[in-house]
Every structure is written in C-alpha cells, then in structure tokens.
C-alpha cells in the first residue's frame, strides 16, 4: 500500500491487557493538543475498546458542550458475515479506505491493534513507522516477546509476537526501505521499587538488544487511568472537580509528566512536521480538528 505524508504509530503486543488502547488513545489526544491533525484506526474488531473510548468521548464533550479535540476515528464493523474469507476481504477494503483517506491529510495516524495475530494485525504492523509496545513490569509480560532462558537470564527464542514483527520490518523494507523504530514501553510501572521491577528493567534492556529495538520509560500503575474511559476523558483534558470527585492530584500531574517524556522518547518527527505546517498555511494553526468521523457500519 503507498504511503506517504501521515506518520504511522501502530501501538502492538500480543499480551492482552497490556495497555495498548490505552496508550494509543493518551497519545492520540496528546498530539492533538499539541496542534497536530491525528487520524486513528481501532483494528481489534472483537474488543473495540479504542472505538468505545473515542465515542465516550464525543458523547461526554456533547452532553457538556465541552470544546475539546478529537481524532478523525474508523472502526472495522462487529457484525460479521458468514464466511470468514469474505469478512476478512471486507475488514482490508475498510483498512485500506481508511488508511487512503488521512493518509494525505494527517499528520499522525494511531494504530491499535488486538492481541492476536490476523493479518490485518500483520498489515498494519507494516505500516508503522514507529511501532509502540507496552510491556507490563512482569516477567510473565516480557515471556511474550522472548523465552528467556531460566538459568543464564538471557533471552533465548523470539516470541510468535517478535517474529511477526520481524517480518513486518523486512516486508516494510522491501516495500519503500524505511525501518520500523519499535519501542517497548513500560507501562504500569510499580511505584515501589522492588526486586521483580530491577529484574524486568534487566531483562529488557538485554531482550532489546537481541531484538534491535529500544526502551523507554513509560507510564505507572495510577488508577486515573482506569477512571477516565467511560468518559473517553485523558490526563492531558482540563479535568474538572465534578468529573474527578476532587481537584487534580499530584498522580494526575505526574501521568501528564509521564506522557511528554513518553513521547519525547519515541523521536517522532514533531518538529519537521510543525515547520511542514508553518511553511504550508501559517493561518491554520486551530487546534481543534475535524470532528469525528465514524464508519457506523456495525449497528
Ligand atoms: N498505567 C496504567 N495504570 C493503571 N491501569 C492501567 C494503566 N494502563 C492501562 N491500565 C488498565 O489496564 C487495563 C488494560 O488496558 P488496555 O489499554 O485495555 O490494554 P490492551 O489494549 O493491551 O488490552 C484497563 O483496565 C486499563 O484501564
Ligand atoms: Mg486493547
């Protein structure tokens, strides 16, 4: 699929519950605030929790007549045909529609994906200019990337996961001979430093090098992160006293923290795309972007 202009982040791990629509939908938001024009795609076609929380977002901004950004958002439908073939030809054609229509427009294009291997999952792994994995502080988490061997510590066979994205790197190089910069990202990181924590920060670092990729501090265990979905809110929304049930605490402050060093570490290109935009239009600067565009095909 040609591609130019947008930067593709595709947040992947085959771990469920790791973080990944989480972070996709904080870092989508982020951008946005940021003045940039942010398309996303939801890809897990089972869960939908990407989708569930851009629409919890654009139904509480409504009720409260709240002006805040919103990403440009398509959704592969739930209903399902009968025949598996058919049904997959149909989620390429909504992914390939999607990726054509913003891939002109956007700056950055958000990928979530599920926890299992389909080969949309693989598509858009392909795509991705940087590829963005959460990785919870277990060692059960960092098993999903590479079998690490129980005496010596170190990581010993790739996961199903690394290869996939192993392969996504080579087809992506044959494609147009750019690199995919993955990065695993620490997510729900313990606040009290223990053994495990020093154990999983080692074994990173060194599963890392064995599969070329980088890692970068990302976000602790703070229970605001679970609060906020049913109201599709971030860290980076003015929250107000009614929506939190008390002011904004320190934890709040930190998570915003948190992120700008997040994103600071994925080296994404804010800077190329900001002088883009200043040499293009210098009056279109609003940062409040197209409303969302649902593809409501599933109801
Ligand atoms: N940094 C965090 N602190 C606390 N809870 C988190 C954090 N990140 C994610 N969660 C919670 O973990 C659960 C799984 O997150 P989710 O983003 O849905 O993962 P995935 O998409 O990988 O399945 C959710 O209940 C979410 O609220
Ligand atoms: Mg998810």
């Given at each position: 699929m040609a591609r130019r202009g947008v930067h593709v982040i595709v947040v992947g791990n085959e771990?469920?519950?790791?973080?990944k629509s989480t972070t996709a939908f904080h870092l989508a938001i982020y951008l946005l605030y940021e003045g940039f024009k942010v398309a996303s795609i939801d890809?897990?076609?089972?869960?939908?929790t990407l989708t569930w929380y851009v629409r919890n977002r654009r139904d509480w901004a409504r009720n409260r007549g709240l002006r805040i950004p919103h990403t440009t958002h398509f959704h592969l439908p739930l209903a399902r045909g009968d025949s598996v073939r058919e049904n997959h030809r149909a989620d390429f054609d909504l992914f390939r529609q999607a990726v054509a229509e913003v891939e002109?427009?956007?700056d950055f294009l958000v990928i979530d994906t599920p926890g299992f291997d389909t080969n949309l999952t693989r598509l858009a792994h392909s795509l991705a200019d940087t590829l963005v994995t959460p990785v919870n502080d277990s060692l059960i988490d960092l098993n999903v990337m590479a079998q690490i061997d129980?005496?010596?510590g170190e990581p010993r066979e790739m996961s199903h996961y690394s290869r996939l994205v192993q392969r996504a790197r080579s087809e992506r190089l044959a494609i147009d001979g750019k690199t995919i910069d993955w990065v695993l990202v620490r997510n729900r990181i313990s606040m009290l430093s223990s053994r495990n924590m020093r154990q999983v920060q080692t074994m990173l670092e060194r599963i890392a090098l064995r599969l070329g990729c980088r890692v970068a501090d990302g976000i602790a265990e703070r229970v605001i992160f679970r609060s906020l979905f049913p109201t599709g809110m971030?860290?980076?929304?003015?929250?107000?006293e009614d929506l939190l049930g008390g002011l904004p605490s320190m934890s709040h402050m930190s998570a915003r923290q948190e992120y700008r060093n997040l994103v600071s570490a994925l080296h994404l290109p804010t800077a190329e795309i900001t002088a883009a935009h200043k040499a293009q239009a210098?009056?279109?600067?609003?940062?409040?972007?197209?409303f969302i565009h649902m593809m409501q095909t599933d109801n």
């Open positions: 771990k469920g519950g790791s973080g890809v897990d076609s089972r869960q939908q002109h427009d956007a129980p005496v010596t971030t860290v980076f929304d003015p929250l107000d210098p009056a279109d600067s609003d940062p409040v972007h197209k």
